[in-house]
């Protein structure tokens, strides 16, 4: 098993499947829980609001860091976190066009997710899935849209939760840099964030934030537009690296890992030493000098 917060880069999904269906990262989640409802004498105390961490596909094989991140904000935050066994919010057949498969997945995780006070993304684009389009996969009036309506109000992005709901004014964090901020197209444009990152790294010890010129631009990944069309995919993010690089950044911070793995290998490509890293990593001071989409 991982230290509690990990750095490492074995997926999510291995500690789900090797171990058992429980929570990922089971092991300090359910003494947490335990800790949570029973005090030091054996006497119960209040239980704390319980949320669910959609982990998404690209964190979960790509940076698990980012997972590991998240729970440690949401649990400095007072909420106990749980992982529950989960697969794709279906989004990329939402996308392609297969309603049938999208509504399949839909259904899924609203029974998965249905004990939950709150579901936490830590992605703007995942989290626009379950929230925007979701409840528009089924009938008006029909009980399955009454449950997605249900679960989308539960459905939160990672740092407009904390700023929003969980009510966090600063963090711990210190990272002494100049950072950029990439504002992912549905994230911005469906979950309305955009101030939430910027008020929390505000917070940061030692960060200097550079707007990028056009900081809501989109960085060329679309989900699979990058892969059906590759050569617009690279004239965009041709233009949103220059704009990187004409802040002097150190860093280029997102709040989705499929922006940052386009930025970032794009940026290793062009032999740039600017790191690519998902701001939940720098609120969580779990940044580093290098990372996954770096390499």
Same mark, same amino acid.
């Given at each position: 098993m991982p230290s509690k917060y990990s750095n490492e880069t074995v997926p999510i999904s291995y500690y789900l499947h090797k171990h058992d269906v429980r929570p990922v990262m089971h092991h300090y989640l359910i003494m947490n829980n335990q800790q949570n409802i029973y005090g030091k004498h054996g006497a119960v105390i209040a239980k704390k609001p319980c949320v669910?961490?959609?982990?998404?596909?690209?964190?979960?094989?790509?940076?698990?860091?980012?997972?590991?991140?998240?729970?440690?904000?949401?649990?400095?935050?007072?909420?106990? !976190?749980? &992982? =529950?066994?989960? @697969? *794709?919010? %279906?989004?990329?057949?939402?996308?392609?066009?297969?309603?049938?498969?999208?509504?399949?997945?839909?259904?899924?995780?609203?029974?998965?997710?249905?004990?939950?006070?709150? !579901?936490? &993304? =830590?992605?703007? @684009? *995942?989290? %626009?899935?379950?929230r925007v389009h979701y409840p528009a996969l089924f009938k008006p009036g029909s009980k399955s849209r009454e449950r997605a309506d249900d679960l989308a109000g539960r459905t939160h992005e990672l740092t407009s939760f904390l700023h929003g709901i969980a009510g966090v004014t600063e963090v711990?964090?210190?990272?002494?840099?100049?950072?950029?901020?990439?504002?992912?197209?549905?994230?911005?444009?469906?979950?309305?964030?955009?101030?939430?990152?910027?008020?929390?790294?505000?917070?940061?010890?030692?960060?200097?934030?550079?707007?990028?010129?056009?900081?809501?631009?989109?960085?060329?990944?679309?989900?699979?537009?990058?892969?059906?069309y590759p050569d617009i995919s690279e004239r965009i993010i041709e233009k949103k690296i220059a704009d990187i690089r004409s802040t002097g950044a150190d860093y280029v911070l997102a709040g989705d890992l499929g922006c940052l793995l386009t930025i970032g290998g794009k940026l290793h490509r062009d032999g740039s030493t600017i790191v690519a890293c998902h701001v939940a990593e720098v609120l969580a001071g779990m940044a580093s000098a290098k990372t996954d989409a770096d390499d």
């Open positions: 669910a961490l959609l982990v998404t596909c690209l964190v979960d094989l790509f940076r698990p860091a980012v997972g590991f991140a998240a729970v440690k904000l949401l649990e400095e935050a007072g909420y106990n !976190v749980e &992982v =529950p066994e989960q @697969s *794709c919010c %279906g989004q990329p057949n939402y996308n392609n066009g297969d309603r049938a498969g999208a509504r399949a997945m839909a259904l899924q995780l609203v029974d998965i997710f249905q004990p939950y006070d709150y !579901v936490v &993304v =830590p992605s703007g @684009s *995942c989290a %626009g899935m379950l711990q964090a210190q990272l002494f840099a100049k950072v950029t901020y990439h504002d992912g197209c549905a994230g911005l444009r469906e979950m309305r964030v955009r101030d939430q990152p910027r008020a929390l790294l505000a917070t940061v010890g030692g960060l200097e934030l550079a707007e990028l010129n056009e900081p809501d631009v989109c960085c060329g990944f679309g989900g699979t537009f990058c892969v059906k």
